[in-house]
């Protein structure tokens, strides 16, 4: 399915339910996986480790989540899907995570597809090529997202010495995709010329900037 679609849904919505429980069966669980959730006056997390995936859930109509609210405290109906987070736990030696990555698996489902928007506002009028999706696997590096969704939007990380400098990171805003790549190749100064090799790490999908 086209995870973009997910956006804007409830946390009871039956796309988003059904979609966890197919996750749960790629990851062969016996049981549901019950997400451990983060609670915060203008933000939800609903944080499913087993299964590599966070989403963020926004308040809406002035509703104000409690901090530290369980899942039975919430009005789900007033909560509407942001952000999605799939993460890619890096097997390679040498490959560093933050502390709040540690808990997370990889997400079960691979490839991913994300669906690409064709481009239309090129400078010289001719819109470029875009394939109509791309496909990502656990070893999708740099170069093929770059190659798929042309120049990034934002960029940043890969500044400072190789031990704790912060990973690249590549934003195709009007697209609605973050990447953050990890490995040796995504860290240090020398980062953003090797970069193009580096493992995607965590993939975020939002709703593109218009």
């Known amino acids: 399915m086209n995870l973009t679609d997910l956006l804007g849904l409830h946390p009871d919505d039956a796309s988003f339910t059904q979609h966890i429980s197919a996750l749960t069966s790629a990851a062969a669980r016996d049981a549901p996986v019950a997400p451990e959730i983060k609670s915060y006056s203008d933000a939800v997390y609903f944080n499913y480790f087993a299964l590599g995936l966070s989403v963020l859930f926004s308040p ?63 400078a ?10 791309l496909d990502v696997g656990l070893d999708t590096a740099g170069k093929q997202f770059v190659a798929a969704l042309g120049e990034p939007d934002r960029k940043g990380g890969g500044a400072g010495p190789s031990s704790g400098s912060i990973g690249i990171w590549c934003e195709w805003s009007k697209d609605g995709i973050m990447v953050e790549f990890g490995g040796d190749e995504a860290q240090g100064p020398q980062a953003w010329e090797r970069g193009k090799d580096a493992i995607w790490k965590i993939i975020t999908l939002f709703s593109p900037a218009q």
């Open 60 to 122: 809406t109509d002035g509703y104000k989540p409690s901090a530290g609210a369980k899942s039975t405290d919430l009005k789900t109906d007033k909560l509407v899907l942001d952000s999605i987070y799939i993460y890619n736990v890096p097997t390679q030696a040498g490959s560093r995570k933050r502390a709040a990555e540690l808990a997370f698996t990889t997400y079960p489902i691979s490839p991913i597809a994300l669906v690409i928007k064709p481009k239309n506002d090129d």
């Open 124 to 133: 010289e009028g001719d819109a470029p090529s875009r394939p109509p999706q």
